[in-house]
């Protein structure tokens, strides 16, 4: 199961479980009672090959902890194709009959009502009789004591093995914010198999944005996702091609901006297709500009068949970018003004505010871009507070009580992106106890702690801000000496930032993007 830390990053990132309950929780859980739901990726898998190892996509309606929690795998429609076994990590596992394996784990499991995965690993692996072309259906079911059993059924194919690579070092350039530059996209046939297409999967930053768009080329919101070739590459071919790109006049400088590539067969982004499609997110659309050739002229093939890359670690490739030149952030704390007598209930909105000339962008590191310390006002108590809020001792966050009341100092953390004019709030209802001529509480952004975070703010006078309740006159809603009106957001969403990549984690494709995702951003 995933950790906390990691699920509030892929939380951020827009993806953390791309496949969600289709419904919010019930307003009465003995009318609508808890739904259980299940995802597998459709699956190429290569003849002849040592298969794939892949784990369900586990999700509820609504946060539940369940015992007996049990996954079905019904292969018989592949029975004599594929094998399905356990795979080392996966709890017991039975098959009452040829072409079923059931496994149960024994202990309790927390679900959500976003997906994850990594319990019920199976391998899957292609029999000596299997050949490209052949297809079936993986029925997979999941249910708990309790519960009513949901199922989804994946698709299943044998392919022809080839093997795309990338090239083994990244790309080193360097530019100014707003500055062009371009990076070579290339692809190699490490097998021994012609491979007929590709497509690049792209896992940009923020701050690389393409320069030209093409029409075999997919973009959402202007950053580019994919690239589909048809050219067809002989074994032991290299093709590559020079992609421009422009970095964004709102780019933090000094500091580093990184990009990725992933190269997958046909077959296999038709996979990574559904599952997009599953949980609701594009991929993309295709470019307004002419179509993108790799060097050579394509070749004609009789028809693409089925394939399947296999040793997909070595797909990835990629670029640094070093921002050259100063270009800084100025957050500003947002504080509110409150009126009301003694019993009344009211709502402060606070948080954090970007002045620029900088968007801050800390996806790679997975962490929010400042921390927002908030101290409840004399006189008042804090009734109604959202759960990524946590009471705050210290430079300790209790997260065991994260959203609990009555308490007088909380952190509250923002998104991991945040772009120049974007202002990020939080409502907290506050009731009035008693009734204090300009009763003071703060919001403090940037709070010096033992953990990442921004620490090179332009203007850190305006990093407090007042929260004012039945202020005698002034204003108490801005940071320092600043106005306190807010700002409509008008920055980027990390939902439509995070790229690709990210998707991939979620997918399956694992620990290599990880420790490609975590990397530093600023420079000192």
Known sequence: MLTQSTRRWLAGLGVAGAIVAASASPANAEEAPIELGVYFSDTTLAAGSEGKIDSPLLFASEPVVVEGLTVTYDYRDLDGVVQVKPDSASPECQSPEAGVLVCTDPFEIGLEEWAFGGLFNVAMTPTAKAGDGDTGNLKVTVSAEGLAPASHTAKLRIGEGVDLAAPGEEAKLSSTPGGKFSAPLTLSNAGKTDAKGAVAVFDLDYAIRPETQYSNCTYEDGHLRTC??????????????PLPYTLGKDTYAPGREYGYYN????????????????????????????????????SKVAALGFQADTDPMNNWSGMTVEVTGKNGTDLVAVGDQLTGKAGDVVTATLGVRNDG??????????????????????????????????????????????????????????????????EQTVDIDFRIDKVIANAAGTVTINAKCECEGFTEDLKPANDVAKILVNAAGGTGGGGGDEDGGSLPITGQSTGLIAGLGALLLVAGVGGYLVAKRRRTRFVA
């Open 228 to 241: 589909t070739f048809s050219e067809v590459t002989a074994a032991g071919e290299a093709r590559s091609v």
């Open 357 to 422: 000339p900088a968007a801050l962008d800390f996806g790679r590191m997975g962490s929010p871009v400042t921390k927002i310390d908030i101290a409840v006002p004399e006189g008042t108590t804090a009734v109604e507070v959202p759960d990524f809020c946590a009471p705050l001792n210290g430079d300790e966050q209790d997260w065991e009580n994260a959203g609990t009341p009555g308490a007088k100092l909380y952190r509250c953390y923002p998104d991991i992106f945040i772009g120049v004019g974007e």
């Open 263 to 298: 190269w997958m067969t046909v077959a296999e982004f038709e996979d990574f297709s559904a599952y997009l499609e599953a949980g609701g997110i594009s991929a993309g659309q295709p470019g307004n500009g002419p179509v993108l050739s790799l060097p050579k002229a394509p």
